[in-house]
């Protein structure tokens, strides 16, 4: 049976939609080390390598020291390594990134911001700040039915 273009389109967003909801919850220990200070972005985001040079960093993480115990960095290590990325996210350099905005996907998916929303705009959001538009970045969701752009002039 050959399914239209249609219903086959229609199946895989809410398939994918679906996957979406079924990630499981960001660990505790993550949410509480990392989200304490920016939303806790789900390991997806980055690939390993990346994460392991975050984690290395966290003495000088982009100019704070964030460093916490071996016992507590375990399994945030562990998520974020175990969930990471499949497709590398190195630089042109070959190096790892440390910036999820810096990634090729990340410019690709934001490439529809409205010019007042991006860095320069009268309305400017910082590109790390995922909750002014993806309403459940703190769970660690981003599907595109919960994202609602700022309203031109609404104060955040």
């Given amino acids: 049976m050959k399914l239209s273009i249609p219903v086959a389109a229609i199946l895989l967003v809410s398939s994918a939609s679906a996957a979406e909801s079924k990630r499981a919850p960001l660990p505790p220990a993550y949410v509480e080390e990392c989200g304490s200070c920016h939303v806790a972005f ?13 984690i290395g960093g966290l003495s000088q993480h982009f100019g704070v020291d964030a460093s916490v115990d071996a016992k507590t960095l375990e399994p945030v290590r562990a998520y974020l390594e175990g969930s990471a990325r499949r497709k590398p996210t190195a630089g042109a350099d070959g190096q790892p990134l440390l ?15 409205p010019s007042r929303l991006r860095p320069g705009g009268a309305e400017a959001v910082k590109p790390a700040e995922c909750g002014a538009c993806h309403q459940q ?20």
């Fill in 42 to 54: 789900p390991g997806r985001m980055l690939d390993a390598a990346s994460w392991q040079a975050v």
């Fill in 99 to 113: 910036r999820i905005t810096e990634t090729r996907w990340f410019v690709h998916e934001h490439d529809e911001v």
């Fill in 137 to 156: 970045a703190a769970t660690g969701s981003y599907a595109e039915r919960d994202i609602q752009m700022p309203r031109k002039g609404a104060t955040r």
